[in-house]
């Protein structure tokens, strides 16, 4: 199994070490689950595995329901985005407490091939959703027989 690779932005010996911090923080915020930012935002955890024949995406999304979430895959471009909300009512003698949360999120994942769009199966179970998406028939690994 090939290990997923972000492309790099380049810019000489800056440009790597951006992309080492840039890595660094990322692996030191995953540990933390999802990313609450301002306004609302936030930021799911997403796993990536790569087989033979496909890529299977995992990503958290406690507390979203099916349909306010939305997958587009375009070229080797997947996008994920969705609306989280969520209301706590609680009612006892005297008061009455109410919570809510929400909160949207949008993220964008390259992968390092093309996959077949019509192909691509997602459900929701337990607050992960899981997509399957098929490699395009070239971006599949061929044997090549050697003649001699």
Known sequence: MNGIQRKRQGGGPLGRFRD?????????F???GPMELSGG???PAIDISEHDDKFTVRVELP????????ISVQGDVLTLSGEKKDTTEEKGEGYRYVERRY????RSVQLPVTVDPAKVDAHCKNGVLTIDLPKSEQAKA????VKA
């Open 63 to 70: 507390g979203v329901e099916s349909k306010d979430i939305d």
């Open 30 to 32: 995953s540990d933390f």
């Open 20 to 28: 080492e911090m840039n890595d660094l923080f990322g692996r030191f």
């Open 41 to 43: 935002a936030w930021w």
């Open 142 to 145: 061929r044997k090549i027989e």
């Open 103 to 106: 909160g949207s999120f949008h």
